[in-house]
């Protein structure tokens, strides 16, 4: 018995002699440059407790904020949705009665192209030891370990190395992260 790989192919079909009819190409558009990048706002002068969220809960008022960011030196950059959001806040800090302030402190506000490089760091040395290097939003926890309360799998681990002394247990070393937070997740 043969294949149908061996059996000869006899086209039914008559080939189309007329050649095909090309369509016209699209209009180009002219190329469109990219969106402007949100307006961004840095906040100088923050208090060394000054979280995201107390930095967003202070500037949602004004607009719309996509996303906030809190260095380690106190300096925070808040970008905003739209425009007019980020004038209304900028407005409301240079408003000589009231103006934005953190712990009966103003801060000082400016557009983020405005900053010119280290002088959003330009705080006093003073102000600037007491910065703290943990993150602003979730402050360090002390283990269970430190305080004498380790859970129970791990009091059981002996140290191999150590003499009659009771503390068996090592502790890691903790390590800090940079938070940023997004509006559209909290």
């Known amino acids: 018995m043969s294949r149908k790989r061996e059996k000869p192919y006899y086209s039914r079909h008559v080939p189309y002699s007329y050649p095909k009819r090309h369509r016209p190409l699209p ?3 002219p190329p469109q440059d990219k969106p402007a990048p949100p ?11 000054c979280s995201v969220l107390d930095l967003k809960s202070r500037f949602e008022i004004y607009g719309s904020i996509s996303r906030i960011r809190i260095d380690k030196d106190g300096v925070g950059f808040i970008s ?8 209304s806040a900028l407005a409301a800090s240079l408003d000589p009665s009231f103006g934005i302030s953190f712990d009966s402190h103003r801060v000082q506000v400016m557009w983020a ?3 010119k490089e280290g002088e959003a760091g330009g705080i006093e040395g003073e102000r600037r030891e007491r910065r ?3 993150s602003k939003l979730v402050k360090g926890e002390t ?9 129970r799998l791990s009091s059981a ?14 502790d890691p070393p903790i390590k800090s992260r940079e938070i940023v937070a997004y509006d559209d997740i909290l």
């Open 143 to 151: 283990p269970l370990s430190k305080h004498g309360r380790g859970n």
């Open 80 to 87: 905003f949705r739209s425009k007019s959001a980020a004038d």
């Open 157 to 170: 681990i002996v140290n191999p190395n150590a003499s009659t002394s009771n503390s068996s247990v090592l």
């Open 113 to 115: 192209s405005e900053v």
């Open 132 to 134: 703290s290097s943990l």
């Open 39 to 49: 307006p961004a706002l840095v906040v100088i002068g923050l208090p060394p407790d």
């Open 27 to 29: 209009p180009e558009d």
